[in-house]
């Protein structure tokens, strides 16, 4: 994996900030797009913008075969069996947020539990939070090992046969840590419950299987993974999803409106309302594209040496506390040692290096870590261990910049 030539594609890293290059360590919250998906997307916009489904002249035809040619690319990419699975939405929220509202709420009664860990993006807590007041259901927490990890003997143990819907990130956004997705699913199911997954900081990393792994849904983002922003996908099981309502109503995923009532159209389109994501679909499609033609596992692999080199690099650091298991995906989330994270990023800043700062929309797990905030510097394939040595550098001069705290 040559990536001088890959970062000769991601045309925004070419530039400086603040009179430095531009370090990019934040793609954990979006990933800077290749020119082979920005080209894909001004191509469609320029030469074949037209609404799908629904017209039979020639742009009408080519903007359907782009739009559902993007889903059976989805399909392939992350081994579902049918295109019927894969539903195009706004992004990893809209589609945990379809899950909680359209089978969560049918399908709960009161006293019925719902399993989370205290690790999750707030996108897969509230939408969980709001279905068990609907419904009277419980929620229930894993609990977490001192290194931001969870035990399968916890998982036996929390799961229930009260237990209706496990729901669980493929890889937590703050630690790193990567959890056991396929074991967590077999004792879910095992207990009468179904597996929800939150893919969005996987599916841009490392190869997902989706029936491997024997999740009910899997959820992930487009713009996590070199695609354009606004689109995203719910896959699940064809026959959760058949027996599931829409949640928005309107054109394009009707069979029969009369005055009175209404028949929907089969999967998938049945919860695709409205004009699509067109572009969006074409760029994700681009995307998966630009990915594998790197390959997944090149891409995975590049980021373990990155996340170890780090790990190694802020050993040196004093004053430096790093957060997660040793064997993470491609991050590093930190404090510095009486320097507020938000203070540690706006000094980075200075010499162009970009890093989250904050609570990274995981307030239980920041609580659960007895912080506040931090910092974190997130790695995808156009990133170097370069990269690593000026964020370290920094992170010194941040240092001495707070001297007098150290």
Not at 207 to 219: A, E, G, N
Request: aromatic share 8%; net charge negative; with cysteine.
């Amino acid at each position: 994996m040559d990536v001088k030539e890959i970062r000769k594609d991601f045309p925004i890293l070419n530039q400086e900030i603040n009179g430095h290059p531009l370090v990019y360590l934040d793609s954990a919250a979006t990933s800077q797009k290749p020119q082979p998906v920005i080209e894909k997307i001004n191509e469609y916009y320029s030469m074949h913008n037209s609404n799908v489904h629904r017209g039979v002249h020639t742009l009408g035809n080519r903007a359907t075969e782009g739009y559902e040619g993007a889903r059976e690319k989805v399909r392939k990419f992350i081994h579902a069996k049918s295109t019927k699975e894969i539903i195009f939405t706004r992004g990893t929220t809209t589609s945990i947020n379809t899950i909680a509202y359209s089978y969560a709420r049918t399908n709960l009664t009161e006293g019925d539990e719902i399993v989370l860990t205290p690790m999750e993006h707030h996108s897969n807590i509230i939408p969980w939070q709001q279905a068990a007041k609907a419904v009277g259901a419980e929620l229930k927490y894993l609990p977490l090992q001192s290194d931001g990890t969870i035990r399968l003997e916890d998982v036996e143990n929390t799961v229930s046969e009260r237990t209706k819907i496990v729901a669980m990130g493929h890889v937590s956004n703050v630690l790193g840590t990567i959890n056991p997705i396929k074991e967590t699913a077999e004792i879910a199911h095992r207990n009468g419950a179904i597996m929800v997954v939150d893919g969005a900081q996987s599916t841009p990393h490392k190869k997902v299987d989706v029936q491997d792994l024997d999740c009910d849904f899997f959820t992930f983002s487009g713009h996590k993974m070199c695609g354009p922003s606004g689109v995203g996908v719910l896959y699940g099981k064809k026959e959760l999803l058949e027996e599931m309502e829409p949640v928005e109503f309107g054109g394009e995923m009707i069979d029969f409106v009369g005055l009175y009532d209404s028949t929907w159209k089969e999967l998938p389109w049945k919860f695709e309302g409205g004009t699509p994501i067109i572009a969006g679909a074409i760029g994700l499609g681009a995307a998966i594209d630009y990915l594998e033609d790197i390959g997944l596992e090149n891409i995975n692999k590049h980021e373990q040496e990155l996340a170890a080199y780090a790990l190694d690099q802020f050993d040196k650091i004093e004053g430096a506390e790093v957060y997660g298991p040793k064997e993470r995906a491609g991050l590093v989330t930190f404090n510095l040692d009486g320097v507020h994270p938000h203070d540690v990023a706006t000094v980075l800043d200075q010499d162009g290096i970009a890093v989250r700062a904050g609570h990274h929309c995981a307030q239980p797990l920041m609580k659960w870590l007895n912080v506040t905030a931090t910092a974190r510097a997130s790695f995808y394939l156009y990133n170097t261990k370069e990269d690593i040595d000026i964020l370290v550098a920094g992170l010194q001069k941040t240092k001495e910049f707070f001297g007098d705290v150290f």
